[in-house]
């Protein structure tokens, strides 16, 4: 997605920190599919065998692309939101039931337990993990300063925390005032909502870019 061909102008604030969780190589023949909800479970991927031809669960286009890109070619992609996804496991092939669900450490949706109740076996394999990043390097401030955002996208639980942190550390929440925050779950919008967010609201993965054009003309 590209929001700058778009006409936006971006400041990335990074949030968090990813590394591998050295997760032990998996035997694909152990399962019948696999599940993921992140391009970094994607990019930490490690399997004993090199069977690219498993079934693949994905949250949203990026993830597939992301598996894609590694040589996987049964994959099926979501339209963005983890209860999507699980519909879509739920309605797959009937031979389909156990499954390796890919996350880190830190999750918004327990996929996993919703659809063990759903009668399915699925093992959770947590392959990354992720740290918040407590500072914010001066070129952003500058940016932020100059261009305060009017929109702000929040992708997990844990950049929500790492943003609200951010935003309090620095004194920069009287420039967000009239920041619209668009969060990826409900969890997250609540999150913010009880730190005192008030411009909040829940978007689909893949339709940022219609929504904020909406913001922006409503802004007009």
Known sequence: MNFFSSGHKVIHMPTLSIASANME???????????????????????????????CFCVGNLTERSLRL???????????????????????????????????????????????????????IINYTSTRITDLNKESMDLIKKYPPNITLIYS???A????????????????T??????ISKKIEEFLKSKGWKKT????????????DQIKNEHC
Do not use: W
């Open 25 to 55: 190589p998996i035997n694909t023949k152990d399962y019948d599919g696999l599940i993921f909800t992140s391009a970094n479970a994607v990019r930490f991927l490690k399997l004993k065998n090199d069977d690219k031809n498993i079934k």
């Open 70 to 124: 590694k040589g996987f070619n049964n994959t099926v992609a979501a339209s963005g939101t983890v209860n999507a996804l699980k519909n879509i496991i739920m309605n797959s092939e009937k031979n389909i039931k156990n499954l390796a669900y890919l996350c880190g450490e830190v999750i918004s949706y327990e996929l996993d337990k919703e659809l063990k109740q759903e009668g399915f076996k699925v093992s959770k």
């Open 157 to 159: 639980q844990r950049s």
């Open 161 to 176: 925390e790492s943003f609200d942190g951010i935003i309090r550390k620095y004194s920069l929440a009287e420039l967000m």
């Open 178 to 183: 009239h920041c619209t925050v668009m969060c």
């Open 201 to 212: 609201e829940i978007f689909n993965s893949g339709a940022e870019l219609i929504r904020i």
